[in-house]
Each structure stands twice: as C-alpha cells, then as structure tokens.
C-alpha cells in the first residue's frame, strides 16, 4: 500500500510540474487540472507501483537519487550528448567512419541499472543498444570502433559510453 501512496504522490508532483502556468488556481492550475491530475496520478500510480517499488525494494523512492538523476542529465550526460553531436557531424561531412558492433561488460545488478545504462547509450548520437545477454551484458553499435578495437572480445566501457555506467550505478543500484 506505500508503494502506491508513494506512487501517486510522485506521478501527481511530475504531473504539476509540467503542467504549471496553465491556469489560474494559485497562478499555476485550474481546478480542472488538479482534478485531472489526481486522476491521472492514481491510474499510473497503480499501473507503475510494481516498477517503482519492486518487491518491497524502496531505493528508487530515496530523493538523493531522483537528484543525482537530475544531476545526471544536465552535467555529465548533457555534455556528452554535445560532444557525441559533433563527433558523429564531423565524421558524417568527412565520412570517417567504421561502424560495428561492440560487446561490454558494464557490471550493473539490477535490470534497472542497465536500463538506464542502454537508454543512455541509445540517446547518445553514434551509438545504439542493441542487445543484452543472461550476464547483463551489453552489445553496442558503435558509428566508429577505433583501429584494434574490434578484436577485442569486450570493449572498455569507458570507450563506448564514457562514464555512463558509473552513473547508472550511482543513480539505480
């Protein structure tokens, strides 16, 4: 019952963040729209407890890691994202590449965790996650494996995706 407590209260907050300025109700909401979203909040709140709150597990409830998510995206993943934009513009007008597709190894427990790693992979321009296997290994295409690099068995993760893996693990295990 306090997953889905908890559950609505998140949904409802996220939900009023991006919904304010539209209305007159304290200069942020109308009625209509807090009614909606305490609607709204108690369907997904009952839909999305199981994922939030996986067996009694409350971690991902903690605030301190809803921040260093925040932090996450506009320090270290914003930048990255910047720098992988001009990498893939400078190797599309000069036509260097070699794409391919490369195996790491990210040691992440939770599905969460490589979650969040692959979809941070998969946002980041020249760079796609393919596929995991049973030891939560991931395979990546990569828009240009560096010379030798192929012939590796598993990449260095910090080649492919930098420090994303440390914050998947900061922010979801």
Known sequence: MIALIVTIIYTFVAYLALT???GSFLGFWSVEEIIMGVFLSIIVGAIS???LCKSGDYRMLNPLRWL???VYGFGPFF???AKANIDVAYRVVTGKIRPGIVKIKPELKTDFGVTFLANSITLTPGTLSVDVDDENNLYVHWINIPEGEEKNEI???E?????FAKWARRVAE
């Open 49 to 51: 407890r199981k994922y």
């Open 159 to 163: 080649k492919v995706c930098g420090s």
């Open 20 to 22: 304010a300025g539209s």
């Open 79 to 81: 930048f990255a994202m």
């Open 68 to 70: 260093l998510f925040v």
């Open 155 to 157: 990449s260095k993760i």
